[in-house]
């Protein structure tokens, strides 16, 4: 018994299998110089569970016959930015106002020129869409306009 307990221990420490576990490139025995030790890569971990989701939101504007505006930023549906701009414009008791421009996931800017004249942008970023504003006022009038309003539709975030 002892003598097949000898053969069993020189057997094992003379096995060319490396004694822990090995990362070793496809085609490459276990051992070779190019193997080197398991990071854990090579198992399947499960990926990281998301804590949330973001939610994109609604933005609209509106404005009455006399130039009076309403905002509306940050609503989950495009009814309900369009009826808050329509009743912040309306708080101002110049008249009936009616939506002119809604935006999803997006960002706005207004230009005015002296006068009062104005343009309404939408693009991916405030600042774009105030350069892009103040060209379009400035190429139309031949004038110096002015940033009146920019602003974001901003995402929501929902924790789970």
Known sequence: MLRSMLILV?????????????ACPSGVAP????????SGTSRADPPPRPT???I?????????????MGVAMGKLTKREAESEAVAQCESFKAGACEPISAIFNQCVATAVA???KGWIVTS??????SALAIKQCQDETGKSCRV????????????F
């Not at 020189?10 to 090995?22: D, F, K, R």
């Not at 609604?58 to 006399?66: F, S």
């Not at 602003?151 to 924790?159: G, P, Q, V």
């Open 124 to 129: 991916d970023s405030t600042e774009r869409a």
């Open 56 to 68: 994109k939101t609604w933005g609209a504007l509106a404005r009455n016959e006399g130039g009076d």
């Open 148 to 159: 009146s309003y920019s602003d974001c539709s901003k995402a929501i975030f929902e924790k």
């Open 31 to 38: 051992g070779s110089p190019q193997c080197g030790p398991d």
């Open 52 to 54: 949330g989701r973001w």
């Open 10 to 22: 020189l057997a094992l420490a003379a096995s060319p299998a490396a004694l822990g576990q090995t």
């Open 114 to 116: 002296p006068g009062g």
